[in-house]
Structures are given as structure tokens and as C-alpha cells.
């Protein structure tokens, strides 16, 4: 069985929806371990409501060790690591362990307003000021960088001149909750090839 870890630092709405598409059946894997850099995390009532074993790693306590502390939890026990929301950025032995077998999902259409401190209503109000017509969320394999591995999806959304950051977040939250067990599902059956930079995803 394909095997996954879901790392969080929040409500876990993505989680919830990778999650779902596990126990639907949509998804052929089982989740190994949900973990949170945050131990005031909604997403580890999600975790314990679902019988999957959380652990909670809380970053204003373990600082720079958060990292090693997750590798010690997933070594040899997953197949893949999903960040869903996870604020932490993995750094060290993790990103060698887990090479191309980590992926996050941002919401915006990267490049566009990603990078460093780019996270949460923050994303969405860069883009409501910005004026864009189009948003939407990426998903991308985690390299050493932030943000800025090969992408595998892209979903947009329609940006309207009286969009509140609010609003545009809650719009491309749904999509999130497609493409995020979409990614997930693909690569557990072997059909996202990454070449360089680029990715062909076979459907
Ligand atoms: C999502 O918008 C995701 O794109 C970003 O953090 C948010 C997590 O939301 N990385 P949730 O905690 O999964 O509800």
C-alpha cells in the first residue's frame, strides 16, 4: 500500500480533503502519520477523528529541530510527504531522505506571489491588490527552495474587481480540495514523471 505522511500547521482543510479521498477509496494509500509544527493545529482533531496517529512537534519548542524530529517519525515508513498548509520550511536531512517524494500546495498561480513570508490571506490580498483577472492554487514537488519546485497542477480562478482577499481565498480553497488529492492520487500510482524542471503528468 502506498504510504503517506501529511505534514500541517493549521485547520487542515487540505488534509481533510486528502483524508476523504483516502477513506472514499479514491485514493489508494493509507496515511501513515498526520504532523504539525503547531500544537494548536485543528488539523490534529482531524488526524485523531480519523484513528490516524498524530504527532505534534510544536516549532515556538523544538525551534530549528523540527525537521530532524519529522525525518525520526517518517524514515522508511512513507512513500510520500504531503505539506498541507505546513509553515515550517523542511531543511536538512529531510529534503536528501525524501528527494522529489515531497509536495506542497500553494495558493496562488506560482511563480506569482509565492516565496518566502507568502502564506495564508497574505497570498490573497497580494493578489486582490495586484488587480490579477486569474488566481489559483500549485502543486509542486518541495526542493530546497520555497516554493519553487516543479509544478504538477495548476487550478484557476476568476479574480472580480470587488474581491475581498476573504472571498478569493475561500474560492480557491475549493479548488485546493481538488487538486491537492488529485496530485496525490497520480503520484501514488506512478503516473507524475518528473524531467528537470518539468513534470509530465499522465492521466
Ligand atoms: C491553504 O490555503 C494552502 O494552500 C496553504 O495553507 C492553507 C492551508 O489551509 N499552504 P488548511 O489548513 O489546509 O485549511
Sequence with gaps: MFRIAVL????????????????S????ASIEAVISD?????????????????????????????????L???????????????????KGDILKEFRDRIINIH???IPAFCGKGMYGIKVHQKAVDYG???SGCTVHFVDEGTDTGPIIFQRTV??????????????????????????????????????GRKTIVMD
Excluded: C, M, W
Excluded at 25 to 28: L, Q
Design 8 to 23: 500541517i500547521s493549521g485547520s487542515g482543510s487540505d488534509l481533510q480533503s486528502v483524508i476523504d479521498g483516502v477513506n
Design 25 to 28: 477509496g479514491y485514493i489508494k
Design 38 to 70: 503547531n500544537k494548536d493545529a485543528y488539523g490534529i482533531k482531524r488526524a485523531e477523528e480519523n484513528g490516524i496517529p498524530a504527532y505534534v512537534f510544536d516549532k515556538r519548542e523544538y525551534k530549528e529541530g523540527v525537521s530532524e524530529l519529522i
Design 72 to 90: 525520526s517519525v517518517i524514515k522508511d515508513k512513507v512513500d510520500l510527504v504531503v505539506l498541507a498548509g505546513f509553515l515550517s520550511v523542511l
Design 107 to 109: 495558493p496562488s498561480l
Design 132 to 134: 490579477v483577472k486569474v
Design 158 to 195: 476568476p479574480v472580480y474587481f470587488d474581491d475581498t482577499a476573504d472571498i478569493l481565498q475561500k474560492r480557491i480553497l475549493k479548488e485546493e480540495h481538488i487538486a491537492l488529492p488529485e496530485a496525490v492520487k497520480l503520484i501514488s500510482e506512478g503516473k507524475v514523471v518528473l524531467k
